[in-house]
């Protein structure tokens, strides 16, 4: 009877597990959209020194960045509601 104890137990805890794998998943992504957000605003900052030193491309990074962080504020706040 001893040896049932493990097969009972992986049946009867199939939906705790799935619970808690759903909600460690939904925290993995919202850390995940922070860490989008703060290097987003790096990049932001980085596209400034650019512009602040003269470079040619300085105009298309930055675009590019401000289009990446509008996208990424935009999933997080999606993510609230």
């Known amino acids: 009877m001893f040896f049932l104890y493990p097969l009972m137990y992986w049946i009867y805890s199939e939906n705790v597990m799935a619970r808690s794998l759903k909600a460690s998943a939904d925290k993995l992504a919202s850390e995940t959209n922070k860490l989008g957000l703060v290097i ?17 491309d300085a105009a298309s990074k930055m675009t590019g960045i401000i289009f990446g962080a509008v996208i990424i504020a935009l999933k997080i706040g999606r993510a609230h509601v």
């Open 40 to 56: 987003a605003i790096f990049g932001i900052a980085l596209g400034g020194i650019y512009f602040v030193i003269g470079k040619s």
